[in-house]
């Protein structure tokens, strides 16, 4: 298969409206694939890479290289090409690397090379298209979705069960249960303004508190234990404790879904960046221990010695988490089982104040009466956090590619330093409607000082209003911080750059 075909579809995907349409899509594309290139296929389309990273920097993603006439790039092609740009190491790495995605956009055509683009520095991420690919799957294989969905929250990959569907058809389906030591896809939550709204919306329901950490998936059978990452990465060897800590448990056979935090000696969380580093480090597992201990926190159980509990329901799938994991290793919650007592919902609210300050990110709502929706963004979870704004000055912005291109999308942003210069924070191109894009780059180009061939310089005079979940260490940029899920929410046209948030209040909001 061409990677020109799965560049036009994903360019489909995002011009049809409806969900019928986006499934026909992919149930066309699933049909026209071979086992061997689903699962590429699929991850393509969702915006991921197989390789996960590739090193490859912006500034040899922005060099342009003259597009190919004709499109003859597969996408078993592209995988090897990746792969190869993956795997370099050592000197000179970089120019080898820019050497190899010089040779493979140029093989590619225009809008192949647009797709790449996006696809390589996660501008093409679309998280709601693997629940379409499911239903496209089960359409173009002639399966029930909902045999298809359970196959693929217990397969850990919908690439793996599209292959084995395309391979055997429906009958694969049985094949892909729980299994201790293959991870599960985790299940995921939607938003909710404040806890009072996520009560009315599930009823009774249990409020948790919901930590800054790293969320981890334990496997227990016997006395061999894996730890595995939200992405299903096996980083067993990279968290002793957790394991230790999973030895004890008073099961023989478990799989748990909890989190991984680092605390302070007052027991409040560390930065969410140190636990990251910690857990993200391959290095000196040893030393990392003792200079930065990690602790499990659990919330979830999905299997018990030997009885799959992802149907049951919250209530009772915590009764069993309760027999296998000692109070301190499990997260602090609250049962509220009447959401219009007015004294729950001020116990639920003060619950939620607590967390907060001690240092957590928020809370989790959960209807009591839900079961384990692995892999999907179910409604019967509601998560809980604040959301600050910060008012920043847009000092630069790159060029977009895709359906952007030829608009000014990626914005610098900077806060005001004591001098009246800006220290840039980071960059976000999340939050912008089509009609916005058209008027910031009109306003950009006018107040540019410098075009490049990634974008232009502009002069420091356009406030934007920036709603982030909060800031993460960072030796990037000048104030020693960088913004966390930063997105767009307006432009503050009624504000002068000298009325913009300067290093201070950015760094009080760290505090």
């Known amino acids: 298969m061409l990677l020109a075909e799965i560049a036009r579809t994903s360019r489909d995907i995002t011009t049809v409206s409806s969900r019928k349409e986006k499934v026909a899509l992919l149930a066309r594309m699933f049909r026209r694939a071979s086992p061997e290139e689903v699962p590429l296929v699929v991850t393509y389309l969702a915006g991921r890479l197989p ?48 050497r190899l995605l010089g040779v493979l956009m140029s093989a590619a055509t225009e809008e192949e090379q647009h797709f790449l683009f996006r696809l390589l520095t996660g501008e093409l991420r679309q998280g709601a298209l693997d629940a379409f690919a499911v239903e496209g799957l089960a359409e173009a294989v002639g399966a029930p979705p909902a045999e298809v969905r359970r196959a693929v929250m217990f397969g850990g990959s919908l690439g793996a069960v599209a292959r084995a569907l395309l391979e055997e058809g429906p009958s694969a389906l049985g094949r892909f249960e729980l299994q201790t030591g293959r991870p599960v896809l985790p299940m995921l939550a939607q938003s909710a303004k404040n806890v009072l709204e996520a009560l009315t919306k599930l009823g009774p329901s249990v409020v948790e508190e919901k930590l800054d950490g790293i969320r981890v998936q334990v496997h227990k059978d016997a006395g061999s234990i894996k730890v595995y990452t939200r992405t299903l990465d096996d980083i067993t060897d990279r968290l002793p404790e957790v394991v230790a800590a999973a030895v004890e448990l008073a099961a023989r056979q478990a799989v748990l879904d909890g989190e991984v935090i680092a605390l302070d000696e007052r027991g409040r969380p560390r930065p ?77 609210e003060e619950f939620a104040r607590e967390v907060l300050e001690q240092g957590q990110e928020g809370v989790m709502v959960k209807a009591l009466d839900s079961a384990y929706s692995a892999g999907r963004r179910g409604a019967s979870w509601l998560k809980v956090k604040p959301v600050y704004t910060l008012d920043l000055v847009v000092l630069a912005a790159e060029w977009g590619h895709g359906r952007r291109t030829g608009m000014l999308s990626n914005l610098h942003l900077g806060a005001r330093r004591p001098d009246g210069s800006f220290a840039m924070l980071g960059k ?59 997105r767009v929410v307006r432009y503050r046209t009624d504000k002068t750059a000298a009325e913009a948030d300067t290093v201070d209040d950015v760094l009080a909001l760290r505090r």
Not at 70 to 95: N, P, S
Not at 316 to 335: S, T
Not at 437 to 464: C, D, F, K, M
């Open 51 to 98: 390789q996960r990273r590739t090193g490859v920097g912006f500034s040899a993603l922005s060099e342009r290289h003259p597009p190919a006439v004709e499109a003859q790039l597969t996408v078993v092609a592209v995988d090897g090409a990746l792969g190869r740009i993956a795997a370099v190491r050592g000197k000179g790495a970089q120019t080898e690397r820019a």
């Open 272 to 348: 969410f960046q140190e636990t990251s580093q910690r857990v993200g480090s391959q290095l000196d597992v040893a030393t990392a221990r003792t200079t930065l201990p990690v602790t499990p926190r659990f919330f979830d159980v999905l299997s018990v010695d030997g009885h799959d509990v992802v149907d049951l329901t919250v209530r009772e799938r915590h009764e069993a988490l309760a027999r296998v994991v000692p109070e301190e290793l499990r997260v602090r919650r609250l049962v509220v089982e009447d959401p219009g007592s007015a004294e729950q919902r001020a116990a639920a």
């Open 428 to 486: 976000t191109f999340k939050g912008l409607t089509d009609k916005l894009l058209v008027w910031q780059t009109e306003h950009l180009r006018g107040i540019a000082v410098a075009e490049h061939s990634w974008g232009v310089t502009v002069r420091p005079e356009l406030v934007a209003e920036i709603a982030v979940d909060g800031l993460q260490r960072s030796t990037r940029y000048p104030a020693g911080v960088t913004l966390r899920f930063a």
